[in-house]
């Protein structure tokens, strides 16, 4: 599990939620550095996984995956809104195609 994912699964309160979203912020932003020195295939993800962009891309990624992914082995998390619930959509703007 990367570090993202395991944050994701961690939160649990509003500062921990700030947090991840933070780290969201400054992998991306690490991601557009890298990808900037040495690009990776345009056909697939950028260096630290980003495979959305664009605002809109990266929200329309994220609902897709909240919604394909509200009926998995992890429905718990899905029944109840949650500051969980907020990190891991974001999270899945990330990669999510």
Known sequence: ??????????????ESFLAFVQSLIEDKL?????????P??????GSRGWENDG???FLEAAAA????????????????ASWQLFAMFLL??????
């Open 1 to 14: 599990m990367d570090k993202l994912t395991d944050m994701a699964w961690r939160v649990d309160d509003r």
């Open 30 to 38: 690490l991601d557009e550095q890298e990808e900037a020195v040495s």
């Open 92 to 97: 899945g703007g990330k990669y999510y195609e």
């Open 65 to 80: 995956w909240m919604n394909d992914n509200s009926t998995n082995r992890n429905n718990e998390v899905f029944e109840t």
């Open 40 to 45: 990776s295939n345009p056909y697939g993800p």
């Open 55 to 57: 605002i809109a891309a």
